[in-house]
DNA sequence: CACAGGATCGTT
DNA sequence: ACGATCCTGTGT
């Protein structure tokens, strides 16, 4: 029989502000073809308010998506070698995201450890860049609905036990206020967390 | 067109 | 602590 890893999240879900919407994607699966993980750890990135945020001089080629209707994928390339995924929130206009920043593995561990050079331990999943390369995610997915056939699925999965926050990681460029906004959800008790040393 | 820098990662 | 590596936004 086949293994079922629940429904999919419906458009509902994303209709929110970017902050209650990030720690209730903890424990939720995402799935791209045979790789399923489960979501443990999630920034959440405001509008163009947020000065931490893509979103924050205004619409560009770059970060269109975040300008559309929540339930899609906001992909970017950064530094060079990292691909970025992202959850966007929100009706259309408020340009928020959440970035998915680390994961377990729930199926299709075989191409997962291919696809990251036979790493082992939390360093298979744990950071941004990792999840996107065990999941195969690049460019071309940007704009992506997660409702799409073949395509990327959130799905409800298992809500975890507790959940640690933080600051965002990365982010010192930021205002104050904004550097400091404790907007970083993680899985309790999980050892797939990148940087576990700024979660309370 | 040129340039500086980045929501990172893996090694030193 | 640092280098890899290239897309992106900004300015000329």
Redesign the pocket.
């Known amino acids: 029989m086949l293994a079922s890893f629940g429904k999919g999240l419906p458009l509902s879900f994303y209709l929110r502000p970017v902050a209650e919407v990030a720690p209730d994607l903890l424990g939720r699966h995402l799935r791209l073809g045979p790789v399923t993980l489960r979501i443990t750890e999630v920034?959440a990135?405001g509008g163009q308010g947020d000065s931490?945020?893509?979103?924050r001089?205004?619409r560009?080629?770059?970060?269109a998506p975040?300008w559309e209707e929540g339930g899609r994928a906001?992909v970017?390339?950064?530094?060079?070698?990292?691909h970025?995924l992202?959850v966007v929130t929100g009706p259309a206009g408020q340009a928020e995201?959440?970035?998915i920043?680390a994961c377990e593995v729930v199926a299709g561990l075989e191409l997962v450890l291919q696809r990251?050079?036979g790493?082992k331990g939390p360093?298979l999943l744990?950071?941004?860049?990792?999840?996107a390369?065990a999941l195969g995610v690049d460019?071309t997915r940007t704009r992506e609905t997660f409702f799409e056939p073949g395509g990327l699925e959130l799905l409800e999965g298992s809500p975890p036990d507790g959940m640690l926050r933080g600051p965002?990681?990365?982010?010192d460029?930021a205002s104050p206020e904004d550097r400091d906004r404790p907007w970083r959800f993680a899985v309790a008790g999980t050892r797939w967390v990148?940087q576990p040393r700024t979660l309370g």
């Open positions: 920034e990135y931490a945020s893509h979103a001089s205004g560009t080629p770059r970060n975040m906001y970017y390339f950064c530094y060079g070698m990292h970025m992202n995201a959440v970035l920043r990251r050079g790493v360093a744990t950071g941004p860049g990792k999840v390369q460019l965002r990681v990365g982010v460029f990148s």
